[in-house]
């Protein structure tokens, strides 16, 4: 009966000392877990042996390979610059201004004016781009062989017993020209559109001479009639 005690009392020790140190062994797996739940995986455990030091010196580098290669390539940055939406501040770009163009004729001050005042005669009351083309007229007579070879010596050409131009004959080119006028001659003078060489214009209303009529038609502005 007492070795039966003894042996019970034994077992129960032993019982006890293997449920203390299985809890200890629990309460350090769990302590362990939540320390490694919560603390924070180094650089050098994520990317294996990648320092935190060792990354701080690769992104010091890269943005210091990327200035440089920026500092080296002026013309690349300027241009992306060109070609910004973003509005500039304090920069102002000149436009470079039109510049007239060189008149293909050069005439005095004195011939434009007697020019002009016969465009505004001819050609009053009609658009501008009528008036240019009474101009043209004249000035395809002065480069045709069979016109005298000046802008006056067309104007005051006689044909028969009249001027060629009805307002030399009733004295309206003594009036003064318009703006409008002198601007057109000045278009004309550029030889941008030479109407086909057209040499003969008139008013098909008021026309008598039935001669000018057979003479091919190239355009028709306004009341006049352009023809060769």
Not at 15 to 27: D, L, M, P, W
Not at 46 to 67: A, F, L, P, R, V
Not at 153 to 170: D, E, T
Not at 198 to 215: C, E, G, L, M, Q
């Amino acid at each position: 009966m007492k070795k039966t005690y003894i042996k019970t009392l034994i077992v129960a020790c032993v019982a006890t000392s293997s449920f203390i140190g299985i809890s200890k062994s629990a309460e350090a797996i769990t302590e362990d877990r939540v320390v490694t739940e919560n603390k924070p995986i180094s650089l050098e455990q994520k990317y294996g042996g990648i320092t935190e030091n060792d990354q701080q010196d690769k992104t010091s580098n890269y943005n210091q390979i990327n200035t440089e290669e920026i500092m080296q390539k002026p013309e690349k940055t300027k241009e992306v610059a060109l070609h910004s939406t973003k509005p500039e501040i304090g920069i102002t770009r000149q436009m470079p201004e039109k510049q007239p163009e060189p008149p293909a004729i050069s005439i005095s001050n004195n011939e434009k004016d007697l020019f002009a005042r016969l465009v505004e005669a001819e050609a009053k009351g009609e658009s501008y781009q009528g008036k240019v083309a009474v101009a043209t007229v004249v000035l395809n007579r002065v480069e045709s062989p069979h016109f005298p070879k000046t802008v006056t010596g067309v104007i005051n050409q006689v044909v028969g017993h009249a001027y060629a131009f009805s307002p030399v004959q009733n004295g309206q080119i003594k009036k003064p020209a318009s703006d409008e006028s002198r601007q057109a001659v000045e278009e004309a003078l550029t030889r941008k559109d030479r109407l086909n060489d057209s040499v003969y214009f008139y008013n098909p209303a008021i026309a008598t001479d039935k001669w000018i009529r057979t003479r091919p038609v190239v355009k028709t502005i306004g009341r006049h009639v352009f023809a060769k």
